[in-house]
């Protein structure tokens, strides 16, 4: 296999060898590669290995899962979950401030105990529809693994739009 580097150019220089003879030179930004996929004979037809290259800490890739309850118009229960993949942007630093918007896509699932019909009839639903969410948030570092969170946005799902305003304790 051939060496390689994964990285970004960052500019030319020149080297001189001991003769004095110069040779151009590409200059590259190696940043910590992460092992993604081993490349085996007997699965991909070659040996190789997969890199992935993180260039910031400012991007992050999230799963989230809520659980919520309250009380419906008809003083039943009305609970919902909802599973997220969340992609975070935070290029806004300030010290231990940090902000920028986030965005998920998901799948909510809404079971209530009572819904009114037409007529005298009551019954129990169950639905699921899509669910998307965004806006913006602030996090306040207080330490490398943990972060006070704060965060303002708009969501969408069983055909209703929905505020939300969050206050949590962020784990990394």
């Not at 220089?13 to 030179?25: A, F, I, L, N, S």
């Not at 899962?65 to 935070?90: C, H, I, K, P, V």
Request: overall charge negative.
């Amino acid at each position: 296999m051939t060496p390689a580097l994964l990285g970004k150019k960052v500019g030319m220089t020149r080297v001189y060898d001991e003769k004095g003879v110069m040779t151009p030179v590409t200059v590259v930004q190696c940043e910590p590669n992460n092992v993604t996929q081993v490349k085996t004979v007997e699965n991909d037809g070659y040996h190789g290995v997969q890199l992935g290259y993180f260039p910031t800490q400012q991007l992050g890739i999230l799963f989230s899962q809520f659980f919520g309850w309250r009380d419906n118009q008809l003083d039943a229960t009305l609970f919902e979950t909802r599973s997220m993949l969340e992609l975070q942007y935070l290029p806004i630093r300030a010290g231990l401030f940090h902000a920028g918007l986030f965005g998920a896509g998901g799948y909510a699932w809404r079971f209530e105990d009572a819904v009114k019909l037409a007529g005298p009839y009551v019954v129990a639903t169950d639905d699921h529809t899509p669910a998307f969410e965004g806006g913006a948030m602030l996090q306040l570092d207080i330490n490398t693994r943990v972060a006070l969170t704060a965060r303002l946005g708009l969501g969408y799902a069983h055909g209703e739009r929905m505020s939300n305003l969050m206050f949590g304790l962020s784990v990394y």
